[in-house]
């Protein structure tokens, strides 16, 4: 059983990086972000860049399938929260690993100067990217940035995650980095 607040943020990430919303993570999803961030940068059509920011984007997902042993291409929305659900309690060091791992994946494809922060507007860009609802950035920046100095560095993001991947707390700051996660979709996933 996952607690109520965690299961909702694990739907919310879930819904977001299905940007295809056709219920499933696929490959399709990841480079669809990558394709987008790349016209961001303005990226050429054949450029190499391009082509590391895809590659770089599917990684985690690739990941995770290892890390399932899945023998398709697709991650379902109970495969989902049966591989984050309890993951901390039988993988400690796995969930540690992964945290870092996510952390250091958004990271990565959203700090487009790679100056190892996260600016106010890098974050943004990954809202709009992920179609996230706007109104909420400033909460979610707010959360991430703990010393409050305006940017977010990889230590305040692996901070977030923690927060949002494993606390059942739903004022946790590191809750809202991707926007409202208190959604109604929560209760499709019996
Ligand atoms: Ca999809
Ligand atoms: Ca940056
Ligand atoms: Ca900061």
Redesign the pocket.
């Known amino acids: 059983m996952i607690p109520e607040v965690r299961k909702q943020k694990l739907v919310h990430l879930f819904n977001i990086l299905d940007t295809n919303k056709n219920a499933l993570l696929q490959p399709d999803d990841f480079t669809a972000v990558a394709e987008k961030i790349s016209d961001k940068l303005q990226y050429g059509a054949e450029s190499k860049e391009r082509l590391d920011l895809k590659s770089h984007a599917l990684r985690l997902y690739v990941q995770l399938l290892t890390d399932m042993e899945k023998e398709e291409v697709s991650i379902s929305l109970d495969e989902w929260l049966q591989l984050f659900g309890s993951w901390e309690i039988i993988h400690p060091a796995s969930a540690k690993k992964y945290i870092y791992r996510i952390a250091s994946y958004v990271f990565s494809l959203f700090d487009q100067n790679r100056d190892r922060v996260i600016s106010k507007l890098e974050y943004l860009a990954m809202f709009e990217i992920y179609n996230i609802d706007m109104s909420y950035s400033e909460k979610g920046f707010a959360g991430l ?3 409050g ?1 305006g ?3 990889m230590e ?1 993001m692996t901070q977030g995650f923690k927060d949002f991947l494993l606390s059942p707390d739903p004022d946790a700051p590191g809750n809202y980095i991707f926007g409202n996660w208190k959604c109604q979709n929560a209760k499709m996933a019996g």
């Open positions: 940035d703990a010393n100095d940017l977010v560095s305040e």
